[in-house]
């Protein structure tokens, strides 16, 4: 991970960011909404619903935890002009769009930035903490493989 921190990036000055609540990350391509076993009692009452309601009812089981079940048009389950549970959101959405998918390259995150309207907008995010989110989230957004390539480099 050390090497990683003393890396170049092209966010090396940092990037703004606040999430604009805009569903444009929660809509669109289907995809892993991971949502970790520790979350999953967290978002159930928030719900006010029974963990094995919730688990049935809005997920399906993927590696160590779940993911989010969505509508046939690719939109989070629980997007419904807007987000229905975003105070308790899984970690994931959390961190978005800070995941190494979108990092990878200057060019990927010029595509990202037409996507999103909150980037650009709110707080700074220094390269340390663009990094720790990054991490954070590697184990639900990206296979070993595409992780064992990062640390050779």
């Known amino acids: 991970m050390k090497r990683l921190f003393n890396r170049s990036?092209?966010?090396?000055q940092g990037?703004?960011?606040e999430c604009q609540q805009c569903g444009v990350c929660c809509t669109g391509d289907p995809g892993i909404i991971f949502v970790g076993k520790e979350e999953v009692t967290c978002i159930a009452e928030y719900l006010s619903v029974r963990v094995s309601f919730f688990i049935e009812k809005y997920l399906y089981p993927i590696k160590d935890g779940y993911s989010i079940r969505e509508h046939e048009d690719g939109r989070c389950f629980f997007y419904e002009n807007?987000?229905?549970?975003y105070p308790v959101r899984p970690h994931?959405?959390?961190t978005y769009p800070f995941w190494f998918e979108n990092l990878r390259s200057a060019k990927k995150w010029k595509?990202?930035?037409k996507e999103c309207p909150g980037i650009g907008c709110g707080p700074l995010?220094?390269?340390e903490q663009?990094?720790?989110l990054v991490h954070s989230n590697m184990d639900a957004v990206v296979t070993p493989e595409s992780y064992m390539r990062i640390n050779e480099n």
């Open 92 to 94: 994931q959405c959390k």
């Open 111 to 113: 595509r990202i930035c």
């Open 82 to 85: 807007g987000c229905t549970i």
């Open 130 to 132: 663009i990094l720790e």
């Open 9 to 12: 990036y092209f966010f090396d």
């Open 125 to 127: 995010y220094s390269k």
């Open 15 to 17: 990037i703004h960011f």
